[in-house]
């Protein structure tokens, strides 16, 4: 059974930092795409970043674009979301996912993954 568990999230002042972690067990064979969403009240879970897990390659939502970095570290089977210079506009509930099958701009779209962890709370104030 495929497990994805985040944690880092967490009450900040604007202008702060905050890293994410998450964790994905119980898969045997390796994933093409990882990346993060978030949701805020009120609205739709979106797109954040993305990492191509074979290339390395990431992309960003403009909005997280030069504030936000993913990046996997492999030995740890951990996947990280290091957030800067926090806006309130950053607060929601951060998700972790993984997609089996490939990777890259297109892959904003919930629907193209394939397991999710419950989320961490992240809440920036001004």
């Known amino acids: 059974q495929v497990q994805v568990v985040e944690s880092g999230g967490g009450s900040v002042q604007a202008g702060g930092s905050l890293r994410l972690s998450c964790v994905v067990s119980?898969?045997?064979?390796?994933?093409?795409?990882m990346a993060w969403f978030r949701q805020a009240p009120g609205e739709d879970r979106i797109g954040i970043a993305l990492l191509t897990t074979r290339t390395g390659d990431t992309y960003y939502a403009d909005y997280v674009k030069g504030r936000f970095a993913i990046s996997r570290d492999n030995a740890k089977n951990t996947l990280y979301l290091q957030m800067n210079n926090l806006i309130p506009e950053d607060t929601a509930m951060y998700y972790c996912?993984?997609?089996?099958?490939?990777?890259?701009?297109?892959?904003?779209?919930?629907?193209?993954?394939?397991?999710w962890g419950l989320g961490t709370q992240v809440t920036v104030s001004s």
């Open positions: 996912t993984a997609a089996t099958v490939g990777c890259g701009v297109s892959w904003f779209m919930e629907r193209k993954y394939n397991v």
């Open positions: 119980g898969y045997t064979s390796s994933w093409d795409c």
